[in-house]
């Protein structure tokens, strides 16, 4: 008998790559014989205490970056289609209410990540799939409603994603990726032999796979990848 | 019957994970059906026409790609034991002259692309697998009698290694991928339905492959990788 190997999976709604990744492990939860863990974290705060710089500031690997984002999406049957302007959306709107109402759902979740699993789908899909805001209370709200929480849930978590605790609460997850080594997300932390093998980005799950000894069958495994 | 696609090849052997794409190629070019042209060009040009700077300045990220590249390295059975100091190899001495002694092999060369490819093979495991030097006209002599090229072929190469020509043609083959979209290598171009389609890094095989409609065997798909 081998128990579960726990993997740690450090993501934030603001970035497409994320999305890409968080696909990809939900769908192989079922698949690799892991416990995956959600780490909803801020990236703002990983890029700033790493001193690194978003990848978008040159052209050619801008253009590049969109280019390769289109493909993937495709590929990996996750429907990203960027905003009117990502620019805005990415470093001037940002994403720190949203992921703090994220970790807010996270803490009031009992038996399970279902919820904050959904939650953070409908984000990323409002804003890398419907050009829509994810910086109000009302989006949040929305699409905590479209993830199926209750409304005595959607005010709960409301309410407390305005509290200290949450805001230390997802302080205290972003440092914990940067103590992990991390300079930007998808960060995704496999446990194997009780020693932490970090793999950033959404282009390392056949290494992921190989070390854990377990298999890559591509971005899509099994027909969960059609509910989106 | 179909035509085989044309796929191109920018690299440098400054670069560790170019050494991962050009094997990758260079083994599926006799799986896929695709007609492999090796681009030898200069990364240095590359970054500074695109205004890149390179990703190991962050310290986090310098650690993970060690990290990275060192498990790569392991899972596509290529031989990369990093230098002593990489900084010194890849910033200081660079590969001006060591990408232009293999252009000089390429002009040489006729009918087909052998000694190019194993001239470059031998320059990367100089610099990223034996801490040597790749800089002087000694070292391009024992890496290019290692891939089997007579005295005659390496004496005709130094000489024509410094010629105006020579230069020339690796600051065009370097033009070329920066007019592609290049920022960094390696850079695959693979000219699909008469539309060139950009692959950068040794991390976008499975979907290079999908987008040609051929399919991805992992890093190793022959035997061919035991040469190494």
Redesign the interface.
């Known amino acids: 008998m081998t128990s579960k190997k726990v993997v740690e999976l450090f993501y934030d709604v603001v970035s497409p790559y994320s999305w890409l990744g968080f696909e990809v492990m939900c769908r192989y939860r079922n698949v690799w014989n892991i416990e995956l863990k959600l780490r909803p974290a801020f990236l703002g705060g990983v890029m700033q205490g ?3 710089k978003p990848p978008g500031l ?4 801008f ?2 970056m969109t ?2 984002m289109n ?2 999406a495709k ?1 990996f049957e996750v429907p990203i289609n960027p905003p009117s302007d990502p620019f805005e959306v990415m470093f001037e709107k940002g994403s720190l209410s949203a992921m703090r109402f994220v970790t807010a759902v996270q803490q009031i979740e009992k038996g399970g990540d279902k919820q904050v699993e959904r939650v953070s789908r409908e984000l990323w899909r409002r804003i890398w799939s419907e050009d829509k805001d994810i910086t109000q209370p009302q989006s949040f709200s929305e699409a905590a409603k479209k993830a199926g929480l209750t409304d005595s849930k959607i005010e709960e978590a409301l309410k407390l994603c305005t509290s200290q605790e949450i805001k230390d609460k997802l302080k205290h997850t972003t440092e914990e990726a ?1 103590n992990y ?3 930007g997300f998808p960060m995704v932390i496999c446990h194997i032999d009780g020693k932490p093998e ?1 793999f ?2 959404s ?2 799950f ?2 992921m796979a ?2 854990m000894g377990e298999k890559w069958l ?1 971005p899509t495994p099994n027909s969960s990848a059609s509910k989106l």
Do not use: I
Not at 58 to 61: E, I, L, R
């Open positions: 790493a001193g690194n040159v052209p050619n690997k253009a590049y280019k390769d493909r993937l590929y940067l080594g991390a300079f970090m950033f980005g282009d390392r056949e290494l190989n070390c591509g």
